[in-house]
């Protein structure tokens, strides 16, 4: 299993930035798939998931009204646009892939089994 993210780079704040995650060794539909970031001295956040089953969506608060995550299972890839982006976004973002079938989606990095290296994502101000 491999999920590998691009997209990322450096914006001015205010800009906006589309990230990609392209799985391969597994079929992501029927999967609770997210997107993580980390910033340098700060713990893991959970930014956004969407459910495979009902495409439930959850969002940080962080995050809401700005990001927008989505997926198209025939593609196998996860997406998420990055909008109004703040200093404070800067982060190594990555996505996860839950894998346990059809579990809802829950903002714990606990249920998500298979992790993408990261994209670094940089906003100055």
């Known amino acids: 299993v491999q999920l590998v993210e691009s997209g990322g780079g450096l914006v001015q704040a205010g800009g906006s930035l589309g990230l990609t995650c392209v799985a391969s060794?597994?079929?992501?539909?029927?999967?609770?798939m997210a997107w993580f970031r980390q910033a340098p001295g700060k713990e893991r956040e959970a930014i956004s998931c969407i459910s495979s089953r009902d495409g439930t969506l959850h969002y940080a608060d962080s995050v809401k009204g700005r990001f927008t995550i989505s997926r198209d299972n025939a593609k196998n890839t996860l997406y998420l646009q990055m909008n109004s982006l703040k200093p404070e976004d800067t982060a190594v973002y990555h996505c996860?892939?839950?894998?346990?079938?059809?579990?809802?989606?829950?903002?714990?990095?606990?249920?998500?089994?298979?992790w993408g290296q990261g994209a670094q994502v940089t906003v100055s101000s």
């Open positions: 996860a892939a839950d894998g346990i079938l059809f579990r809802q989606c829950v903002l714990d990095p606990g249920r998500f089994d298979y």
């Open positions: 060794g597994f079929t992501i539909e029927g999967y609770t």
